[in-house]
Each structure stands twice: as C-alpha cells, then as structure tokens.
C-alpha cells in the first residue's frame, strides 16, 4: 500500500511509521521539514499555507492525517489529496462531544466539544463535521481519550513517575470521581492502519480505546505500583482550593472516556495492550533514572505543596 502521513514526526508518527514499515507499506510523510525522517519519504509542506499541499500532491492508496486541529487545515488536505485516494483516515479525539453525558459517548452521541476543552475540543469537532459532509464515504474519524507510550512528548505518565520516585508530594484534583480512560499509542497506530488497509468496507466515526476505565487516584496508585515507588497523597480540593486541575496534575478534573462497542462489534481491531501492560510497558522502554527526572514541578506545587 502507498500511503501517506500528514504529520509524523511527533509521539504517534513514532509508533505508526514502524509499524507501517514493518507490514511492507511504502509510507511518505508530509510535514514543514523541520525534522529529518528516517526510512521514509518526507514531502515538505506547510498546511497553514493555501497552495502548498496542492503543489507537491501526487496519488496514495490511503492517507492518514495526523495533524489537523481546524476545519480548514482540514479542508487544505482534502483539496490535495482528496481526489487522489480512495482511504482517509483522520485522528480526532474524545474531546469533540459536548457537556451532559453521564455515560462514556458513544459515536452517536452530540458534538461540538466540551466547554472545558476550550477551542481545542470545538475545532477538532468542526473537523468531524466537515468530512462527514465532504467525504464520508471515503473517510474514517477515529476518536481516542488519552494516549500514552514510549516517547510521549506530554507529561502525564513522567509527570506521576517523577513524582513518585522523587517521593514528591501528589494533589489529586476534586473528589475523585472522574473517569479516565487510555489508549496506548501502538494500539493506536495498529487500529490507523486497520482501517487504511483492511478496514476498506468501514466509513464514519469509531471511537478506539482499552476498556478499562479508572479513577485519577487509582491510575496515580497503579503508576506507583509500576514503578515500586507508592505515591504520597493529597486532596487537592483542600490543599489547592482554587487553582486549575492542570496547574498541578496532568489532567482536568473532567472524564475523558468513550464507548467502544462499535469498533469491537464491526471490526477485527482489538486493543494488544491492557492498561496496567501497557504502562509497564512504556516504564520499562526508559531507564529508572530517566522517569526520575523527567518532569519539573509545577509553579503551583512548588508555592503551596
């Protein structure tokens, strides 16, 4: 299969593009040049600038587009490529479905993002609406809550790691009753080529992810428990009164989770990692001295923990 990736060179293209090697895939990436990749083809340009895609388009079997977070870098992709591929497959996110729900959204459920999502949750959202309009049936929404992995370029595993080892105080926001839920990125990675190759029967939106769904405390207490170092506690609610969730932990005080029956029902994809598996996973791919080190406290930490 000829296929392209928008994007690439970050945490998910690092788990994607060996993958899609590793089946025989010729994969060409296409991003503003600004890291040099290895094994593939990389194509340079810049999505924010009308006529660049356009310029350097050429036919692909399947196109995974990593890197769109508004509806118009969107549509600059589908005015490039959209003519010279029968396979799209666009990475969305939990974050599209709005306030309300009291279960995890299914893909039936209302979008438009979450207002504590901010415009991140609003646009991307926008994204799923402008290719169910202009491409459904060739396109293919994938909508995960929370990656993690090895290489994961935002603090939320590293943030709990360093913590733990350095046996820094942890605030747990609120009173512990959001539900969080994980996606690893190789299980990721697996389910976009899934539906680049043999997921071809398969338009519309699929949210992906394991199935467990966990509280902030207990997912801090398993990290602990992974990396031999129990974590110290404290309510952030009565510590931190008044500070935002982010300014001290690596999550909202916010579900993120979704319902996968759809992807389990209709396709073969199936999650390899469960979470405690995958987190061993991704402590063991660095060393003990590296998790210890890996994330600077916070400025709310530091002033009141």
Not at 44 to 49: E, F, K, N
Not at 108 to 132: E, H, M, N, Q, T
Request: neutral net charge; charged residues 20%.
């Amino acid at each position: 299969m000829k296929l392209l990736v928008i994007g690439g060179s970050g945490f998910i293209g690092s788990a994607l593009i060996p993958q899609a090697l590793a089946q025989g895939h010729e994969v060409a990436v296409l991003n503003r040049g600004h890291r040099p990749m290895a094994d593939v083809r990389q194509i340079v340009a810049d999505r924010s600038q009308p006529g660049q895609m356009q310029a350097v388009a050429e036919p692909f079997d399947a196109v995974i587009d990593l890197s769109a977070y508004t509806a118009q870098a969107s549509a600059e992709a589908l005015k490039a490529f959209g003519k010279l591929t029968s396979r799209w497959i666009h990475l969305s996110s939990a974050a599209v479905y709005v306030d309300g729900a009291t279960s995890a959204p299914s893909e039936s459920c209302p979008i438009g993002g979450a207002a504590i999502w901010g415009s991140y949750g609003s646009d991307k959202a926008a994204i799923d609406s402008f290719l169910l309009k202009e491409a459904a049936n060739k396109s293919v929404i994938l909508r995960p809550p929370y990656l993690y992995g090895p290489n994961n370029n935002i603090e939320r595993e590293s943030f709990i790691w360093t913590r733990c080892l350095n046996k820094w105080k942890i605030a747990i926001p609120g009173n512990n009753t959001a539900k969080i839920q994980f996606l690893h990125v190789d299980d990721l990675a697996q389910a976009l080529l899934y539906f680049a190759q043999e997921g071809k029967d398969h338009s519309g939106v699929f949210n992906v992810a394991a199935p467990e769904e966990i509280g902030l405390q207990e997912w801090v207490g398993l990290l602990g428990d992974i990396c031999g170092a129990p974590p110290t506690l404290v309510d952030g609610g009565e510590a931190l009164r008044g500070q935002a969730a982010r300014s001290y932990f690596p999550f909202r005080d916010a579900d993120c989770r979704v319902a996968i029956q759809k992807i389990l029902q209709h396709t073969d994809w199936r999650p390899r990692y469960s979470l405690e598996d995958g987190f061993r996973q991704t402590f063991a791919s660095k060393t003990r001295a590296h998790w210890q080190e890996a994330s600077a406290r916070t400025d709310v930490e530091r002033d009141l923990l």
